[in-house]
């Protein structure tokens, strides 16, 4: 098992990283305030993994029950948020019961969110099951629902308790979500770590045959720049922004399709090569650069190009984006491989341009 | 105008207490992050009162836009806060624009909780315009939206960055609310300041008189003694539960009736009769203090029973509570008039007693 430690002073957890971690009750127990927590899954992971975690949670004399909530992208909403609240206030459940958010992205930033507003506050734990929400959206206490105008829009920094990245559960990981899982970690080599970069370049094979050594490695380095980040800035007043890379023109590409056409991952990876193409326009990136980002992607599976939807319609989308500051659109970008930048001055007509030149049919 | 500071480190804000403080550009404009800002009322008193705050902005450069909400505790739920959010993101409104909340307390708890959760937080002013908002719910930071299975079940605890009260503001409030607003500043003396009880006992007249004098002075001391509660104890782990003598009966009372029957303040009267009951058959009160209690909301023209539901009805909704541990009900009680406790021993025969002895046609 691997470990580290996610150092926010009173709000501060511990991640762990390995096989096996959801039959452990003495890590769920080491964080409970009471012995009683409420499991939430979906109607995919619950089935796998589900009886694995209340066994778990019975081998240390913990009260429990389970939430299944329908699965999906699509399900990220108020409706389904609610769900949490009726099953909650209906068995009762107190301020002193710990949360547990079990799979993947959707599920984390949904239970997240109810945790943070349940009774204005009670503690979860963070049970990722896909590769993305281990290496991303498990750790620094992004919680959100979406709204049909926005990816995200509503919701809360609100930090964990315990994350419990067990690479058991990728073995049950559909293909198209592990690769999706991939782009976010290219992503911390692209943005502050080229050394990972230099590794992904040489292992991703390894990851896509799902080899356990490789996937720990990743998940834990992925996890180490993460929560460096974070600690860095919990609340994304300045080098936080950083993680984003790509997800700007990505959201546009998950809202303007319909959440769940595109998955999260993918569409970041076709984002993030809008990035690299206006950061080279920019005159930061070289050819070559630029060459190596497509090309790593592609080694991952990832689709290069993003859907054909209009420029217009791409710059109308992410003009909602959350980073907008005074009218203006403050993209991530990078100054070179390993280095990212927040930059609200590209011109229209370069960002049109590298939209145009990475979107619709090759 | 009166000031006073609520010492919360970074998150520390200022509360004024005076006339005329709605036209006072300067004050707005000190606590904005840029000149922007959205000023969210209800129909009631967005007629009465938005027109001089959106002068005020206008007169110091800042931008705005008014959104006008329905009035009543009714509509303290999910379906109005996400009239807020439509209204903020179709506008495009940026994490860096301010809301002002221009209302009661239900405008204050909602326009909170839309602020502690659009786009995962953006900073709000309180200009409370009751005298409950002015003393209790604008300070302090407890935002919510209820549930139909409980009040107050869905929130943050969310600090705004300035309370402007505003005495002028209560020129026009029915005399029914200034009244229940009375309920919360009787509870100060109650639970921590014998002293103002005293003073209360005397200057009651006054305040039903609408003395100016008499207001600022009972408004600042109720924030005062609010104040120094939150800043002990932000998040209610301990002594802030204090502030919610009577509200655990109260609260009964308010989901029994359906949201906007009782207003709250003198749901918590009644409730704070029931509490002194209970207090007294634990040995800590005497007649006198009950009789004095008694006294005290009656001549502020409070109702001193609390509606006919049936004994069973009130302990099966006070179940709810949030401050239910371990199955347990605690309860705010009274060891003498200036000073409360948390008590979660008390037997059920004489919770029952209690809710029955100050409930039903006298």
């Known amino acids: 098992m691997r470990s580290l430690n996610v150092a926010l002073d009173e709000r501060a957890y511990d991640i762990h ?4 971690l959801i039959d452990r009750g003495d890590l769920f127990a080491s964080v409970l305030k009471r012995k009683r927590a409420v499991v939430i899954s979906n109607e995919v992971v619950a089935p796998l993994y589900a009886s694995r975690v209340l066994a778990a949670l019975d081998s240390v004399g913990v009260a429990h029950q389970l939430v299944v909530l329908p699965d999906g992208e699509i399900h990220k909403d108020w409706p389904t948020l609610n769900l949490i609240f009726d099953a909650l206030l209906g068995a009762r459940v107190e301020r002193s019961t710990t949360l547990i958010a079990l799979g993947g992205g959707v599920i984390g930033d949904m ?9 204005r506050g009670v503690p979860f734990i963070q049970v990722p099951t896909t590769l993305l929400s281990q290496v991303d959206s498990s750790v620094g206490g992004k919680t959100a629902i979406n709204h049909p105008l926005g990816k995200n829009m509503i919701g809360a920094f609100y930090q964990p308790k315990l994350v419990l990245a067990d690479i058991d ?18 992503k911390y080599g692209l943005i502050r770590d080229r050394e990972f970069f230099d ?30 980040v974070v600690i860095e ?6 080098v936080r922004a950083h993680l984003n890379l790509g997800h700007t023109f990505g959201h546009a590409i998950e809202t303007g399709l319909g959440y769940g056409e595109w998955l999260h991952g993918e569409a970041v990876a076709a984002g993030t090569l809008m990035a690299a193409e206006l950061s ?9 650069d630029v060459a190596r980002i497509r090309r790593i992607h592609d080694a991952a599976g990832l689709a290069l190009r993003g859907p054909k ?34 930059f609200g001055d590209a011109p229209v007509a370069d960002i049109a341009a590298s939209i145009e030149r990475c979107c619709g049919d090759a």
Chains 1, 2 share one sequence.
């Open 280 to 288: 080279r326009r920019l005159g930061w990136l070289n050819d070559a």
């Open 17 to 20: 990283i390995g096989r096996g």
């Open 309 to 342: 939807m209009g420029v217009e319609r791409y710059l109308e989308l992410m003009s909602h984006d959350k980073k907008v500051e005074a009218g203006k659109l403050r993209l991530v970008l990078l100054k070179r491989i390993g280095e990212a930048t927040v």
């Open 169 to 186: 559960t990728l073995d049950t990981l559909p293909d198209r979500e592990l690769k999706a899982g991939l782009a976010e970690v290219i």
């Open 111 to 119: 239970v997240g969110f109810a945790a943070a507003t349940y009774q």
């Open 233 to 238: 800035d919990e609340t994304e007043a300045g």
């Open 199 to 228: 590794w992904l370049e040489i292992n991703m094979p390894r990851l896509l045959a799902r080899d356990t050594e490789a996937l720990a490695f990743a998940i834990e380095r992925s996890c180490r720049n993460k929560a460096e």
